[in-house]
């Protein structure tokens, strides 16, 4: 699903991951790197969601949380969005250390995804990056096709859900895994983050 923000003028895209919650406030999973600043507000559609109050980049993840939207935004946990009108649904999770080197991942992302679903193999399970001067390792390298909007895409396969998106290295794309975007959340948060299905 395609949520946009401001930026100085011009309407940016990233794609939702997947709904979490801490146990009182639900929230829209997507990129860290998505955030310009903590004032920023973004949109589905003509729906607005709310702020990124937290995000985490470095490390293992970049990830941020959006919500505090008006009472009416419904949180639909376990969709995947696989083109702009179908949907299937994660019910399962995958551990960081159930991942297998040729392993086929599919990524649902707002620019990619909506055209065709985006499928590869799981080709380094540590990758290491350094974007915009924060340093990554323990990312999935992925041979399926990623490009700019798809950050925060939902990274799974079948209705197994595996972590979200987060950018392309020349014919590869990289993500987040799962179990290590719950941890910086849960850290960052202060509360334990669960994944809504």
Do not use: W
Not at 106 to 117: C, L
């Amino acid at each position: 699903m395609r949520i946009t923000y401001p930026k100085d003028g011009t309407t940016y895209m990233c794609s939702v991951g997947f709904m979490v919650s801490d146990g009182t406030n639900k929230y829209v999973v997507t990129s860290g790197h998505c955030r310009p600043d903590i004032s920023t507000y973004f949109n589905q559609g003509t729906t607005n969601l709310g702020q990124m109050p937290f995000k985490h980049q470095g490390g293992n993840s970049d990830v941020g949380i959006i919500g505090g939207g008006p009472s009416n935004v419904t949180y639909q946990g376990g969709k995947i969005y696989l083109t702009s009108t179908t949907s299937g649904k994660y019910e399962i999770t995958q551990n960081a250390s159930e991942d297998v080197v040729g392993e086929v991942v599919r990524m649902s992302g707002a620019s990619t995804a909506t055209n065709s679903e985006q499928m590869g193999t799981i080709t380094n399970k540590n990758f290491s990056v350094s974007v915009d001067g924060y340093n990554y390792t323990k990312l999935r390298l992925a041979s399926y096709t990623s490009v700019g909007g798809d950050s925060g895409g939902t990274v799974y396969n079948g209705n197994k859900l595996k972590g979200i998106n987060m950018g392309h290295s020349g014919t590869s794309a990289f993500y987040c895994q799962l179990e290590y975007v719950l941890i910086d959340l849960s850290a960052i948060t202060g509360k334990t983050i669960n994944i809504l299905f």
